[in-house]
């Protein structure tokens, strides 16, 4: 018995390691595969402008080395395992100390190699971080969980005479060098739009600088890539390159008065939305009981001391972090799929009655903390001094949300 | 009757007691301080009753017929410095009263030494007949005090002195010498270490003409005094209250400066009689500078007239108490400290409201003002 179970066991043994070549093959091939995904809107290896470009052509070659290096190593140690393996010898194998020819290669290969990545990295560093070619400035500042754009008083930007805020999409014009300069209200955040440049982190108390440059219009998604807290994950951030004359026609409509609402839902969501949201959600021009313009004040109430400029809300396509969309999936999928040259005015459009989608927008204003999670629970809001990080649950009626909803429709 | 060790530690339960009864009398019975010095007698008090019941751990000593019949086998005392020192710390005590409090310390420490080291010395040297054994206790008991505070005194003399040596260098000399020192010690080591046998005594004279050479031109640097050193104050980072001026210019090459200047929201120049402001990425001057609300942005403002003057930011005015039914306003104001020609300065201000809509009266604006200069750059807060 002994005899037939020693002569069976290897051959038991190598089943399971059979078994698991074909789903470790798929698993390879599917892997493989997704490098070959179309739609990667976050895809570094698919740059859309000069500085992501740049960047693209600095890994492309230390990884094509790094990859020759890699086979030639993986193969040299299958040669000696295989070649020298023990074959039941009792003789100690020759034994050899020192080979200087080449030890001396083998420093020099090296050498060479990084000498050939160094220079064009740290060229590439100093060509990332030129500032002198700027044609437009934009301060992005982080918080959790989302990003606010504001375009100071510049003769850049094709000129700015009033500052304009919004959030969520920064809008850029296409072909122009934008610097970016990036601070946080809370805690550390980190910009990135792969398509159009590296990260760059925003901290509290400092202001980075980066680069943006888009070869065309569209649009170009991104993440926080700095965990920042609960909703890290919904931090997301767009950027929306647009031809000079459509950038123009942005920012004209950005700086526009304040219309009041003329539908009576819309009427009665102002007046709502003077008692519930302006204490923190500024709406340029907008005018309180007392006749005078509010001010938001959400430093009293949020923890990073601001919440989203509602100004021109229907102007962008998603709120919240640009976590939730506005307009309907196939409206959304006209858009991030539309060519260059049809983009801009698609986008000017903005969200059009026929393209709107209420639903997200609903579920948020019932319960935003229910739809992204947010620290507003009072109580536990002690180590903030009772400021909320993100939007409460404002307990609003459902008259009350399609009022709201009716007002912020017509933020055009 | 009683042992030698008991005799020890029953002097120093004694001296221990009556220094508790002192303290607690003079320091009006201190509960910390007595209650310690209570504590050790207590202790002392504990090791001269072992001592006393177990004779020492010496089983002839058990004898006690023996002992007090028969001559002990006591040698003569040695020779000892520790008189001379304690003396010495006795009289440095006056010294130090007339000199200062830090020449009462190294007294009292010299003093306390002094005590130990004769005290411990002239127990073991009647601990038995035997000079060796004696000697042996006297290291078992002290060397483990003596070895660590010795190495300590010897490395902080000899860190103390060499810093002395490079304050005393020109700045740049300095990292010349201590090249040189770091390359000698290498050279000494590989020196010794390539040899197959060196004599003991020769490396101990090395280290020590060394060690003798480093202190004595430590102590030579120390009395020569050390070179002139700029003084760097730090910068000024205000906290907007406009008071009067407490601090001096700031410097821009101390850490905090540096690190200010490469986080900059703007540069406010004053330069013949007109503000100019530079931001990061802007080629040229600005007329306004746009700031992010709610978000601490890093101003510096430098001054290039004659005269001392102060950059003033303004933010417009808040409500004293949203809650009152009056409401009252304030002025948001911020200020630099003053500084003269060439003198920089910076602040971090933090704008919780927008700024006022252009069409809005003069004097509600947000700006950047010096007092007694006619001059203001605008602030415009989105």
């Keep these: 018995m002994t005899t037939v179970a020693a002569v069976n066991e290897p051959a038991t043994r190598a089943r399971p390691a059979r078994r698991l070549i074909l789903p470790g093959a798929a698993v390879a091939a599917l892997t493989l595969l997704t490098s070959c995904a179309k739609d990667a809107p976050q895809d570094t290896f698919q740059p859309k402008g000069e500085n992501a470009r740049d960047i693209n052509n600095l890994q492309r070659w230390p990884f094509i080395i790094a990859g020759i290096v890699l086979v030639i190593v993986t193969v040299a140690v299958f040669i000696c395992v295989i070649k020298f393996r023990d074959r039941g010898q009792t003789a100690m194998p020759k034994q050899t100390h020192g080979k200087p020819a080449l030890e001396i290669m083998l420093t020099i290969l090296p050498a060479i190699i990084l000498l050939g990545i160094g220079i064009p990295t740290v060229s590439t560093l100093f060509k990332l971080a030129k500032t002198s070619d700027t044609q437009c400035i934009i301060n992005v500042t982080g918080q959790q969980w989302w990003w606010e754009y504001d375009y100071p008083v510049q003769d850049g930007c094709g000129g700015i005479t009033e500052p304009i805020v919004t959030s969520g999409q920064i809008v850029i014009p296409a072909g122009e060098h934008v610097l970016l300069k990036i601070a946080s209200r809370d805690v550390i955040h980190s910009f990135w739009i792969p398509a159009l440049n590296g990260k760059k982190d925003a901290v509290p108390g400092r202001v980075h600088s980066l680069r943006l440059e888009a070869d065309q219009p569209g649009i170009y998604a991104g993440q926080c890539t700095e965990f920042c807290g609960l909703s890290h994950a919904y931090m997301r951030m767009e950027a929306v390159a647009l031809d000079s004359a459509g950038f123009e026609t942005w920012k004209a409509n950005q700086l526009e008065p304040y219309a009041s609402p003329t539908d009576a839902d819309a009427k009665e969501g102002e007046a709502t939305f003077l008692t519930q949201c302006s204490r923190c959600h500024q709406v340029n021009g907008i005018i309180g009981g007392d006749g005078q313009p509010v001010i938001s004040r959400p430093d009293q109430y949020v923890y990073s001391g601001a919440a989203p400029n509602l100004t021109n809300l229907m102007t962008r396509t998603d709120f919240a972090g640009a976590s939730f969309d506005l307009l309907t999936p196939e409206c959304k999928d006209k858009l991030w799929k539309a060519k260059p040259a049809d983009f801009t005015q698609l986008y000017l459009a903005g969200v059009t009655p026929e393209c709107f989608d209420a639903v997200n927008l609903r579920e948020w204003l019932r319960d935003a903390p229910g739809k992204k999670p947010m620290y507003t629970n009072t109580n536990e809001l002690g180590p903030t001094d009772g400021k909320t990080r993100g939007m409460p649950n404002l307990n609003l009626s459902e008259d009350q949300i399609d009022q709201i909803i009716s007002f912020l429709t017509e933020r055009k | ?382």
């Excluded at chain 2, 050279?187 to 490396?203: C, D, E, H, N, P």
């Excluded at chain 2, 503000?275 to 978000?295: F, H, I, K, W």
């Excluded at chain 2, 003198?343 to 003002?369: C, M, N, V, W, Y």
């Design chain 2, 1 to 382: 009757m009683f042992t030698t060790g008991s005799k020890l530690f029953l002097g120093a339960t004694v001296l221990s007691l009556a220094g508790t009864i002192i303290y607690g009398a003079s320091q009006d019975g201190g509960p910390v301080g007595t209650l310690g010095l209570f504590t050790v007698t207590v202790v002392f008090a504990f090791l001269a009753g072992i001592n006393f019941y177990v004779r020492d751990s010496n089983v002839s000593a058990m004898d006690t017929d023996g002992i007090e019949s028969s001559p002990a086998a006591h040698v003569a005392p040695a020779r000892s410095m520790w008189p001379l020192i304690g003396g010495a710390g006795v009289a440095l005590v006056p010294v130090g009263l007339v000199a200062g409090k830090a020449v009462v310390w190294i007294a009292v420490i010299v003093i306390m030494i002094a005590t130990v080291e004769w005290m411990v010395q002239s127990w073991s040297e009647s601990a038995s007949g035997d000079v060796d054994y004696n000697r042996s206790i006297r290291r078992r008991i002290l060397h483990p005090l003596e070895l660590p505070i010795l190495g300590a005194v010897g490395l902080g003399l000899i860190i103390f002195s060499f810093s002395r040596i490079m304050l005393r260098l020109p700045s740049a000399a300095g990292a010349v010498v201590f090249g040189g020192i770091a390359a000698g010690v290498l050279l000494f080591g590989s020196l010794i270490a390539s040899k197959r046998t060196v004599a003991r005594s020769l490396v101990a004279a090395l280290c020590t003409i060394g060690a003798l050479g480093l202190v004595g031109a430590g102590v030579a640097s120390a009395v020569a005094g050390g070179r002139h050193i700029e003084k760097h104050e730090i910068p000024s980072f205000e906290e907007g209250t406009c008071g009067a001026d407490t601090s001096g210019e700031s410097d821009e090459d101390t850490s905090r400066a540096i690190a200010a200047k490469s986080n900059l929201a703007a540069t406010i120049t004053l330069e013949g009689g007109k503000l100019r402001a530079q931001v990061t990425g802007v080629p040229g001057n600005v007329d306004v500078v746009t700031l992010p609300r709610s978000t601490d942005s890093f101003i510096r403002f430098r001054n290039l007239d004659d005269g001392k003057y102060r950059l003033v930011i303004n933010l417009g005015k808040e409500v004293v108490d949203p809650k009152a039914e009056q409401k009252t306003y304030r002025e948001v104001k911020e200020c630099t400290q003053a500084v003269g020609e060439g003198g920089t300065q910076f602040i971090i201000i933090k704008a919780a409201l927008p700024s006022p809509g252009a069409d809005a009266p003069e004097e509600e604006q947000f700006s950047f003002t010096v007092p007694g200069v006619d001059t203001s750059l605008g602030i415009v807060v989105p």
